[in-house]
């Protein structure tokens, strides 16, 4: 599973042989997924928004600065919401919810161990050039801490991911989708 398909891979629960899609991770409703074409589809759109999303907002922030990257990050949650609605209008929803724990054990338990090491060394490495980078230029402190803030914050969370697949010690190789 490479990286981009990893990002998917906690929007998606199996209960009792159904899938369910969770666009909005643990802080919204499931929603039943039947045909695969259409869990083809929103596995897709989930893994290639969420890339394209990081490289726009990240071009962003490094071209215009925090209020450009804020701008851009707006936008592309507005056009995330309106596609996400157009995609699971006609699906049924789930009483079923997504915990975050939850959500962090499915991706430690269903990521390659590259994935996951790289999906937390690279935010370490890049909040280390962050810090040093303010370190040795002083400017740009507002860009600087909100790019620490936002690539700490993924440390944290990819390292947690990272403990859980290391104590639960899940297996090298990947489950096949559901």
Known sequence: ????SATSVGAFK???GRLIYFPWGSVGPGYEVGALSHQARLRRFSSVGFGFSILLVSLAGL?????PAAAVAALLSAAH???V???VRQLPRSPERLGFR????TVARDSSAFTLWSSFLVPVAVTVLCCWSFYRHRVELDMHALAVLF???LALLNGFVLVERLRTGAAET???EN
Not at 1 to 4: A, D, R
Not at 102 to 105: G, Q
């Open 1 to 4: 599973m490479g990286l981009l």
């Open 14 to 16: 199996r209960r009792a």
């Open 63 to 67: 071209i215009g600065g925090p209020i």
């Open 81 to 83: 919401e309106v596609l």
């Open 85 to 87: 609605r157009r995609l």
């Open 102 to 105: 939850e959500n962090l054990r």
């Open 151 to 153: 690539f700490g914050v």
């Open 174 to 176: 990947v489950p096949e």
